[in-house]
């Protein structure tokens, strides 16, 4: 078990930025999703010990949340949102910093930020001053000083944030491959829901300072058996005036002849031949309308 | 798989860590490289080596003189003057290995580092407040007085380097250049008063920029701050005292003043002697030295919370 948490709550004064929070994930690749002030920041805190609960207890790679600290954030690497760098030194001196910082002695804090900018694949830009790096470099410079230790588990927060399309992709793979190959627990904190279903295999929802949903992604964005996106060909006024009198619901359409269409249940797709043989339209295409994250998201907030 | 597949792909490690305190000294290390490379402060070392060289030769001069020459003459603007009379000229530099030589020489020296500090104050700390850089500290296995000792530490190095460790050359020359089977025992209070000098320094500057630096972040306010602290308080004080006749516990406004007071205290000189009017007691200027760093330590305990590392 990666994270087990028990009634967990945090208060800042009169306010609660978490309540009650219950959550138990396995080690993996996990979004963690929400909107602005949802506590996502306040759960990362307590995860690297340093903020403690109000009230409840948990445990992360099996050490105490109140009494982990140090011991717990050397267990993890963080990558923070904001720069976070040490303008003056070099790409190769501020992974070496960090990893004398995680308390790697110092020659194999620099022999190992070699290795890891390599990685990271900055090999060529480690003598350079870190405040002249591009933005996509400063986010590759920052997961590798979150890896120079080699940690159990990696909370990222926000790593593609202002990345252009091909910065994206390669961070992305690289988390991936951290998860994937080389067994590291990734916590993705993010609200780029791309990120997410690109990368996760687990997702928590977190709004309003509770967990709103959690599980894996395939479960989540659930194959649903009352949605279906048809296209049709044709005249399409009567097949949905009849669908709709059917019991369905038409959701949306694109303008093109795709249609998005809640069905009820008991449900035969015989039924939109028939009534596409009636109205005198041909079906192009029958597929499932998966739910995506970010539909999925969006419900669950709403919900909330 | 080619070796440079291979030199490319993720590879785990596995070593033992070290404590905490470790990572001080890292963080006192960086703070030192970062101040060696901006090369405006490199013009301010270049003075820093000259006061040195010139209480270097200086010693050495004062010695030379009076072995070998006191005696003879040297005509200076056609006039010819008793070299013996140049040491009268020499003694008020006190440039020979007494507690007042080590006192100046800090004096001066103190005030390179608290210039070169005010300009670089922002670059050790408040750049960590200003970039966002306290989260890579704070998210390490360390908590903020950890922190904060290595930032201490790195200005202690630094200060430490421009005054305690020239001094200390400065005593084993003289000691070279007098007797030195017994200057170095009858000068021992000396030797305690140069590394004690040093730690007040290295305490009090230290607390006091990173404090300055946390509150400001930036590098025109802290020099503002500090030229008000270190010069328009010292002009304040003297003024006070020696213009308008005030006790001259006034002077204590005056911080560097307070600082160079305990400082000859521990090198076992007379304030009195080396000061102009009238001083305030050394344990009164290091109650106010006192009262400076804890309150800095009480401002930086607030700042510096573990909770800014997710903003």
């Known amino acids: 078990m990666f994270l087990c948490l028990d009634s967990l709550t945090r208060t800042f004064g009169s306010f609660t930025a978490l309540h009650d929070v219950t959550l138990r994930l396995e080690p993996g690749r996990i979004g963690l999703l929400g909107p602005n002030g949802a506590g996502k920041s306040t759960l990362l805190k307590i995860l690297m010990g340093l903020l403690p609960p109000t009230s409840g207890s948990g445990t992360v790679l099996g050490l105490d949340l109140r009494t982990g600290g140090n ?35 110092r020659r194999q804090a620099q022999r190992r930020s070699h290795e890891v900018l390599s990685y990271v694949a900055l090999d060529e830009a480690r003598f350079r001053k870190v405040e002249d790096y591009s933005l996509g470099m400063k986010q590759r410079v920052k997961l590798a000083q979150a890896l120079v230790h080699d940690p159990a588990a990696l909370l ?17 793979n690289l988390i991936r491959e951290l998860g994937r190959d080389h067994g590291k627990t990734i916590v993705l904190s993010t609200h780029l829901l791309a990120d997410v279903q690109a990368v996760c295999d687990q997702v928590v929802v977190v709004a309003g300072g509770h967990v709103r949903s959690q599980g894996t992604t395939a479960t989540m964005c659930t194959s649903r058996s009352d949605r279906w996106r ?53 079906l192009r295409s029958i597929v499932r309308d998966d739910e995506s994250v970010e539909e999925f998201f969006l419900r669950t907030v709403n919900a909330a | 798989m ?36 901006r090369k405006l402060f490199w013009a301010l070392y270049a003075l820093a080596a000259l006061i040195f060289f010139f209480f270097f030769y200086g010693q050495y001069l004062v010695v030379w003189i009076q072995l070998q020459t006191a005696n003879q003459s040297v005509p200076v603007l056609g006039i010819n003057v008793r070299i013996g009379d140049f040491l009268k000229f020499l003694d008020r530099l006190n440039l020979n290995g007494s ?48 922190y904060l000792l290595g930032k201490i530490l790195g200005i202690g190095l630094f200060v430490n380097l421009l005054t305690t460790l020239p001094a200390l050359i400065l005593y084993f020359q003289a000691g070279l250049l007098y007797d030195w089977q017994t200057y170095y025992f009858e000068h021992l209070r000396e030797l305690v008063g140069i590394l004690a000098y040093g730690l007040l320094l290295t305490c ?17 306010p802290l020099i503002m701050i500090w030229a008000g602290l270190f010069v328009l308080c010292r002009m304040l004080g003297n003024f006070l005292v020696d213009g308008q006749r005030f006790d001259e516990r006034w002077r204590l406004i005056d911080l560097w003043n307070d600082l160079y007071l305990v400082g000859l205290w521990c090198l076992g000189a007379d304030p009195i002697t080396d000061r102009a009017g009238p001083q305030p007691q050394p344990w009164e200027a290091l109650l106010v030295i006192v009262a400076v760093g804890l309150l800095s330590a009480a401002f930086l305990r607030n700042r510096i919370q573990g909770v800014e590392v997710v903003s």
Not at chain 1, 158 to 166: H, N
């Open chain 1, 71 to 105: 011991e717990l954030r050397r267990r993890i690497g963080f990558m923070p949102e904001a720069d976070a760098l040490v303008p003056g030194l070099t790409g190769l001196e501020y992974v070496t910093l960090a990893g004398e910082l995680y308390g790697m002695p």
């Open chain 1, 156 to 172: 990222l927060d926000e790593p593609t944030s202002g990345l252009d399309p091909a910065g994206r992709d390669v961070m992305l």
């Open chain 1, 230 to 282: 048809v296209k049709v060909q044709g005249e399409p006024t009567r097949f949905l005036a009849d669908l709709t009198a059917g019991g369905a619901t038409v959701i949306a359409a694109d303008g093109r002849g795709e249609f998005r269409i809640a069905v009820p249940q008991p449900w035969s797709n015989r039924r939109f031949f028939q009534l596409a043989e009636a109205n005198a339209v041909t």
């Open chain 2, 2 to 37: 080619t070796p440079t597949d291979a030199l490319l792909r993720y590879r785990p490690w596995t070593g033992e860590f070290r404590p905490p305190i470790c990572a001080s000294w890292a963080m006192a290390r960086s703070s030192l490289r970062l101040m060696m490379r």
């Open chain 2, 99 to 146: 507690a007042h030589t080590f006192g100046n020489f800090i004096w001066f020296q103190g005030y390179i580092s608290t210039i070169v500090l005010a300009m670089a104050g922002a670059v050790l700390i408040g750049n960590d407040f200003h970039h966002g850089s306290l989260p890579f500290y704070l998210a390490k296995p360390i908590d903020k007085r950890h």
């Open chain 2, 204 to 220: 009090s500057l230290g607390l006091l920029l990173t404090a300055t630096a946390v509150w400001v972040k930036r590098t025109v």
